[in-house]
């Protein structure tokens, strides 16, 4: 049994009794607490997160898999709910194990096991690796995103400061039975799903950063791609 303190978001391992706590969650901004089932064998399990006094915890299914081979599940919180999380795996799930970190533009500020990098705005094609972070500083002007993988179920995740995209490419089952919301957050966050190896999409900048994460396994990621592309040539 552990007790870690969770306040730079960083990417933890959770065993049976293991509370994180993280207590510096900005007003206004939305998180998403993403959990990967890393257990030897095929355990399935669930994290009781902890969001509110007058709320009851959010419980996250982890569904079982071996190899640390599942796909994510993801619970999105805002800031001005709560400047606290908590989140933990009961004592009672022998077997069990998590791996979790929390994203965002502001999260993790220790980016220590996962790949954070700026994603160029070169219309390039870059390796969406499994704990993989992409920030770029979007300008007031529009953009294309095109994300592809010929593995199904590849799950991108587009986070603002106060909104958050889910998009799926390949889509074979309800990528939504692992994405969950709680307080403000419930209507903040979009999906997006295509049948279709690849899938682009038009954003428009602010100046505000803008964050991609992916939710998807190894294998899923293994040879995907994503791609941004800055359009205001067009019109100079």
């Known amino acids: 049994m552990a007790s870690t303190n969770w306040n730079d978001g960083r990417l933890i391992t959770l065993t049976p009794g293991d509370t ?7 007003s ?34 982890i569904p079982g898999t071996t190899g640390n081979q599942g796909l994510a599940s993801v619970l999105f919180v805002n800031g001005s709910d709560t400047t606290t999380i908590s989140a933990a795996v009961l004592q009672n799930n022998p077997g ?11 999260m993790p500020t220790n980016t220590a096991g996962i790949n954070n990098q700026q994603l160029p705005s070169d219309g ?15 300008a007031s002007h529009w953009y294309q995103a095109q ?3 010929n593995i199904n179920q590849f799950t991108v995740i587009q986070f603002s400061e106060q909104s958050a995209k889910v998009t799926v490419v390949n889509k074979v089952v309800d990528p939504t039975i692992l ?23 038009s954003l428009q900048g602010n100046g505000q950063q803008m964050v991609f994460v992916n939710t998807s396994s190894v294998q899923d990621a293994a040879s995907a791609t994503i791609s941004l592309q800055s359009l205001s040539s067009m019109y100079q």
């Open 96 to 106: 069990a194990q998590v791996q979790c970190y929390i994203a965002s533009v502001k």
């Open 20 to 26: 994180a706590t993280c207590t510096n969650l900005n």
């Open 28 to 61: 206004g901004q939305l998180y998403g607490l993403i959990f990967y089932n890393s257990a030897s064998a095929d355990t399935g399990t669930t994290v009781s997160v902890v969001w509110s006094n007058s709320q009851p915890p959010a419980i996250v299914q």
């Open 124 to 138: 390039q094609a870059h390796s969406f690796n499994k704990f993989t972070r992409y920030y770029n500083v979007i």
């Open 147 to 149: 994300l592809q993988s």
């Open 179 to 201: 994405i969950q919301a709680v307080g403000m957050a419930v209507n903040q966050y979009k999906v997006t799903q295509s049948d279709y190896q690849t899938v682009a999409w």
